[in-house]
């Protein structure tokens, strides 16, 4: 049997200057009040802050560039332009805020 070496509390991410950049555009996305966002939404906030950063970026290039914190992808339910219920692939605000908060 193969034992599993948890540490608790987890490692503290180390974080690059790019990293935290990242990580804080991402937390400044979000408005008050909101708990997730869609990648697709994340992305045009944070290339409307930071178009030199992130312009040409793709909602998948967001999700690969957030993955190694730890911040997947939450599905949530939406809505089209019809009302059509639809599952959408988003950001959790929490997620983002840990992993800078662990950083520190």
């Known amino acids: 049997m193969k034992l599993l070496n948890l540490r608790w509390p987890p490692p503290r991410p180390v974080l690059d200057d790019d990293a935290r950049q990242l990580l804080n555009d991402t937390l400044e996305a979000f408005e008050p009040g909101e708990g997730r966002l869609t990648l697709w939404t994340l992305l045009d906030r944070i290339t ?57």
């Open 48 to 104: 409307a802050a930071r178009p030199d950063a992130y312009n040409g970026w793709t909602s998948w290039t967001l999700r690969d560039a957030l993955r190694p914190y730890g911040i997947g992808p939450v599905e949530q339910d939406g809505r089209d332009a019809e009302g059509n219920l639809r599952v959408e692939i988003g950001v959790s605000r929490a997620a983002v805020a840990t992993v800078i908060q662990r950083a520190r």
